[in-house]
């Protein structure tokens, strides 16, 4: 099953899914979201409202109709991290070995699994984070117009830890979203971060205790969503508990970060990442036009720029230069683009590396694949410079175009035996 969210809505979707009893995976992937009205009773749209959702997805695990665990398919752990604050338990995350979550189709899930195995958070609790999670993604694709799904029946997500029944859920959740609406143009968005502008007026309408947590959290870094999640509330009671304040203007709404949207750890420190580092890119692609059009355009605008035509060698090859984002093409011979992904997504060096897939122009099914082998993102063969760049930029910022060539003799080491080119 699959198709266009204009041709039927997310709520059939899972409705279909429940009464068929079906087992397997929901991928769905948005479309670009149109403009949304100027928040604060501004006079002009700010034009980072004007997000365009392309490339944010999510999966939904199902068994028997009954939803097993939802979210995005970033693979990063902030959201975990997030909700694990709740119990003290946000650091435990690091003692874990990727090794042993390398099983599961969802690394979250996996980590979570693996939280409660090493006694670092009880069942109970686990399922209390799988709940709040499922709770959110709901929210946000209940909440989609445009995009694309497709289910694919296939092996349940093992482990269950717990199955929700669907109806009950989305019944729920879509009231959530309605009342949601209600608080638009001022709230349009969970990730929109709160901060105070009269301290005074907020400490004397409020409790003690009420103020202090709203000061402990206010602080124009974290979001609507992020609140919801330390608190153990949904993202509706948070928004319904400020809103008050907002209209009045006690409190101010920040604008997201859309340049970090998916809470990747690339994005840190970027602007001292930037200043003393020119960013390396591996490009596997057994077509010497495509190898030879990144190589052009990359090395014009200061990036350091492998490209490799024999994937097998390519896994070797990218384990000596440690890039920091990986351009690799899908279909190919011996090794495909899906095996590379999954096989470096297995090791902890790539664990956070950004992969992004070279698909063909109807590959919304590739999409969906790379998705479930861990890339980061996709590109639509054949693009053009500027797609390219605006790529690079999001996830390891600009090159150096001033920036001294690489050291020949790593260039000579690197291309015995192998048809590459390093600049």
């Known amino acids: 099953m699959q198709g266009q969210l204009s041709e039927i809505d997310i709520r059939s979707i899972l409705q279909l899914i429940e009464l068929g009893q079906r087992t397997g995976e929901l991928f769905v992937e948005a479309y ?14 700010d034009l980072r409202s004007t997000r365009s959702l392309s490339g944010q997805s999510w999966f939904a695990f199902f068994l028997n109709g009954q939803i097993v665990y939802a979210g995005e398919t ?7 991290r997030d909700y694990l604050r709740r119990y003290q338990a946000e650091t435990a995350i690091d003692a874990i070995s990727s090794s042993s979550i390398a ?10 699994w693996a939280l409660m195995e090493n006694h670092s958070l009880t069942p109970a609790q686990g399922r209390s984070v799988i709940q709040s999670m499922i709770h959110e993604t709901l929210f946000d694709l209940l909440s989609l117009h445009q995009g694309s799904f497709i289910f694919e029946i296939g092996s349940p997500l093992a482990p269950q830890l717990m199955t929700l029944e669907t109806a009950p859920l989305v019944t729920k959740t879509i009231k959530q979203v309605q009342e949601w609406k209600q608080f638009h143009p001022h709230l349009y968005s969970p990730d929109q971060c709160p901060t105070i502008a009269s301290r005074a007026l907020l400490e004397n ?5 009420t103020f202090s947590t709203l000061d402990r959290y206010a602080d124009g870094k974290t979001s ?3 609140i919801a999640r330390y608190l153990n509330r949904d993202i509706v009671t948070v928004a319904r508990a400020i809103y008050p304040y907002v209209t009045r203007g006690w409190l101010h709404l920040a604008h997201p970060n859309f340049d970090d949207k998916s809470g990747s750890k690339a994005r840190p420190n970027l602007d001292f990442w930037q200043a003393t580092k020119t960013p390396r890119i591996v490009c596997i692609d057994d077509g010497a036009t495509i190898r030879k059009t990144v190589e052009y355009i990359l090395n014009q605008h200061g ?7 024999n994937p097998l060698k390519a896994l070797s090859l990218v384990f000596q230069l440690k890039p920091d984002l990986i351009l690799c093409d899908i279909a190919m011979p011996e090794l495909d683009g899906y095996e590379i992904c999954a096989m470096l997504r297995k090791s902890t060096a790539f ?3 950004p992969i992004v897939m070279l698909t063909g122009k109807d590959g919304f099914t590739d999409r969906v694949r790379a998705r479930m082998v861990g890339a980061t993102d996709y590109l639509t063969k054949p693009f053009g410079e500027s797609e390219l760049l605006m790529l690079l930029e999001k996830y390891v910022g600009l090159g150096h175009p001033n920036q001294p060539k690489a050291d020949q003799l790593l260039s000579d080491a690197l291309e015995e035996g192998l048809e590459i080119n390093l600049t």
């Open 303 to 309: 990036y350091e720029v492998t490209a490799i035509d």
């Open 224 to 226: 609507l969503r992020q």
């Open 32 to 45: 670009p979201a149109s403009p949304l009205p100027p928040p604060n009773g501004a006079s002009s749209i």
């Open 103 to 112: 099983a599961f189709n969802a690394p979250e899930y996996g980590y979570l």
């Open 74 to 80: 970033d693979v990063s752990l902030l959201r975990l």
């Open 205 to 209: 309408a409020l409790p003690e205790t």
């Open 351 to 353: 664990r956070q590396t």
